[in-house]
C-alpha cells in the first residue's frame, strides 16, 4: 500500500504527535511570542493599493493602515469612524463632514480634509457605488482643515450607506498626494492613519508581511462593534506568513508556530475539533459565492451563446464538492444577489449541469476549436480545484481548454488585461464574492454590466444597467425586490458571469487568540487579544 504525505500527515495528527515537515516560518521568524501574532492568510499580499485592486487581501491590508470615514456595526449600519460629526441640508443635497480630533498620518502629519476629497475622488473613479457619486456631485471640496462637503445634483438618501460600505474596493481615507494618482496606477507608499503600521522594512514579499501597531492612533470611544467603534491594538505586531501547503501550516499551527490558519483544509476539520489547543470558526457567516468570469471581449466568450453553454455546462454539486467537500459548510445557489440578502430571488439552477446543450451552444456560437485559456491559482486551493473541474469539464464537450497556472498575485494582474489570447489575454477565470456584498448592486463591482467600466470580463448590456441605476431612486424593499427579478432576469439572458455555488469557510485558531471579529470580506486585526501559551 502506498501512504500519502496527506495520509501521513493525517495520522500523525490524529496520534497526537508533531511531524518533522519542513517549517517555512521557523526559517524566517523567532518563536512566538505572546504580544506579536503569526497569522497564515488565505493568499500571498502581491498588491498594495485598496483602490486600485478588489481582492481581499489587499482590502485587509487596507484596514489595517488606512481608516475609513464610516464603518458598518454588525447590525451593518453605518457609523462614523474618522468623521466627528456631520449634517444634511434640509434639500437633502448638501453633505458636511467634520473630521474627529486627532486623526494623524504615520508620518506624524495631521488628516485632513483635503486629504478625504482626494481620496474620495480616487475611490470614485473604480467602485460602483464611488462613481455613483461622482455622477451625482455637483461638488466635493474642502470648507477648511477638518471639514469637507459633498454637493449633490440630487437627494441621495444612500450616500452615507455608499460611503461605508466594505465591499472592496473600500473608501480608505489616503494622504492627498497619494490619492491625487490616477486609480488606474497603483499607489507606491504605504503610509496610512490606520491602527498599525506596515513595516516594510521587515517584510519579505512573498515570505512575510509585518504590522506594527500604532501607537499614536487614537481610537473612538464607543466600544467595537462590527468594524465600527473604537480600533483597540492588543498586540505589537501581526506577521502574515505566505505558507502555499496547507499541511506545513496546519502543522505549524498544531505546533504553535502560527496562531491563525484561513484554510485549513476540509479534510482535516475533524482533526482540528478534536485538538484541545485548537478551533474552528466561522468569522463570515453569510459565506462566499463561487463563479465563473468570462471575458466579453475575447472569443468565444464575445458569442452570448459561448456564454450560455458555460451557463448550462455547470453542475454546481461537482464544484462544491471540490472547492468545500464538507457538505455541512457548502450549498447550490441560483441568485446573483446572493442567499442571505434581502434581495436574494429564485434565479438559473440546473441540477448535474447539462453538458450536451453546453456542446450544441458551443457549436451555435460557431466555436472552431479556438484555446480557451483558464486562469489557474495554483495558491488557492478551492479555486485550483475547481479551475482543473472546469478544463476537464470543456475538454470532455470537445472545447480546446489550457489551464494558465500561476500564484493568485500573478491572476489577478493578468486577469486586468485585454488584450487578445495570443498576447497574453485570457477566457476564463473563477473567483468568489461575499454573499453580503451582493445585495447591492450600487456597490458591488461583481454586479456591473457597464463594458469597460466594468469588473473584469467586461460584461455589457445597457437594458440592465438602466435598471441597475435605478436601484438608487426605489425606496421600499418590496420595489427592489421587484427590480432585482427584473435584472436577474436580464443577467441569465447575457450571461454577466455563471455561478458555482455558494460556501462558508471556517479558519482554524488556536484558542489563546480570542477577540476576532467576523464580519464579511474583511477580518480586522484590531480587538485580537493572546494570551501566553
Not at 3 to 13: A, D, E, M, P, V
Not at 262 to 282: I, R, W
Not at 335 to 342: L, Y
Not at 417 to 428: A, C, Q, T, V
Request: hydrophobic residues 40%; neutral net charge; charged residues 25%.
Amino acid at each position: 500500500m502506498t501512504t500519502s504525505r496527506r495520509n501521513l500527515f493525517k495520522t500523525g495528527i490524529a496520534a497526537g504527535t508533531a511531524l518533522s515537515i519542513p517549517s517555512l516560518l521557523l526559517a524566517q521568524t523567532a518563536p512566538a511570542a505572546a504580544r506579536t501574532v503569526h497569522m497564515v492568510k488565505a493568499m500571498d499580499l502581491r498588491i498594495f493599493d485598496p483602490i486600485w485592486s478588489a481582492t481581499s487581501i489587499t482590502a485587509e491590508h487596507g484596514a489595517a493602515i488606512y481608516d475609513t470615514l464610516f464603518s458598518l456595526d454588525s447590525k451593518f449600519m453605518p457609523q462614523p469612524q474618522m468623521v466627528g460629526k456631520w449634517d444634511v441640508s434640509d434639500d437633502k443635497k448638501t453633505y458636511t463632514f467634520e473630521l474627529r480630533d486627532g486623526l494623524r498620518w504615520h508620518d506624524g502629519n495631521p488628516v485632513t480634509a483635503a486629504d478625504c476629497v482626494a481620496s474620495i475622488r480616487r475611490w470614485g473613479q473604480v467602485a460602483p457605488g464611488g462613481q455613483l457619486i461622482m455622477a451625482r456631485a455637483s461638488d466635493i471640496s474642502k470648507k477648511d482643515d477638518k471639514a469637507f462637503t459633498i454637493g449633490l445634483k440630487e437627494p441621495l438618501g444612500l450616500l452615507v450607506d455608499i460611503l461605508a460600505d466594505l465591499t472592496p474596493p473600500c473608501l480608505f481615507i489616503m494622504r492627498e498626494k497619494d490619492a491625487n494618482r490616477p486609480a488606474t496606477e497603483q499607489v507606491t507608499t504605504t503610509i496610512g492613519s490606520g491602527p498599525f503600521k506596515f513595516n516594510e522594512a521587515l517584510s519579505k514579499p512573498g515570505a512575510s508581511y509585518i504590522y506594527d501597531r500604532n501607537k499614536k492612533y487614537v481610537p473612538r470611544k464607543e466600544p467595537s462593534d462590527g468594524l465600527a467603534g473604537g480600533k483597540i491594538v492588543n498586540v505589537d505586531s501581526v506577521i502574515w506568513h505566505v505558507i502555499a501547503d496547507q499541511q506545513t501550516a496546519m502543522a505549524a499551527l498544531q505546533a504553535g508556530e502560527i496562531d491563525y490558519f484561513e484554510t485549513p483544509p476540509a479534510d482535516l476539520y475533524s482533526l482540528v475539533e478534536s485538538d484541545a489547543n485548537l478551533e474552528l470558526h466561522v468569522l463570515d457567516k453569510a459565506g462566499w459565492d463561487a463563479l465563473v468570469r468570462m471575458n466579453f471581449l475575447q472569443p468565444p466568450f464575445n458569442n452570448v451563446k459561448a456564454r450560455q453553454a458555460i451557463l448550462h455546462l455547470i453542475d454546481q454539486e461537482a464544484f462544491m464538492r471540490v472547492m468545500a467537500p464538507d457538505s455541512k459548510y457548502s450549498s447550490t445557489h441560483a441568485s446573483i444577489f446572493g442567499d442571505t440578502t434581502p434581495v436574494s430571488n429564485t434565479g438559473w439552477y440546473k441540477k448535474g449541469g447539462g453538458p450536451e446543450k453546453a456542446k450544441q451552444l458551443f457549436k451555435e456560437a460557431g466555436y472552431a476549436g479556438e484555446k480557451v485559456v483558464i486562469l489557474n491559482p495554483t495558491d488557492w486551493h478551492e479555486a485550483d480545484n475547481a479551475s482543473q473541474l472546469l478544463a476537464a469539464a470543456l475538454q470532455k464537450i470537445g472545447v480546446n481548454a489550457e489551464l494558465a497556472p500561476s500564484d493568485w498575485g500573478g491572476l489577478t494582474t493578468r486577469r486586468a488585461k485585454k488584450d487578445p489570447i495570443e498576447n497574453g489575454g485570457w477566457n476564463l477565470f473563477i473567483t468568489t464574492e461575499s454573499d453580503y456584498s451582493l445585495g447591492n448592486p450600487l456597490t458591488d463591482p461583481l454586479l456591473t454590466a457597464n463594458g469597460d467600466d466594468a469588473w473584469y470580463g467586461w460584461p455589457k448590456n445597457d437594458e440592465y444597467e438602466a435598471l441597475r441605476t435605478k436601484w438608487a431612486y426605489v425606496a421600499t424593499l418590496d420595489e427592489r425586490k421587484a427590480l432585482a427579478r427584473k435584472m436577474q432576469g436580464l443577467w441569465w439572458d447575457f450571461v454577466g458571469d455563471v455561478r458555482l455555488g455558494k460556501y462558508v469557510a471556517p479558519i482554524a485558531h488556536r484558542k489563546t487568540l480570542t477577540g476576532l471579529i467576523g464580519m464579511p470580506q474583511i477580518v480586522p486585526m484590531w480587538n485580537m487579544q493572546k494570551a501566553s501559551a
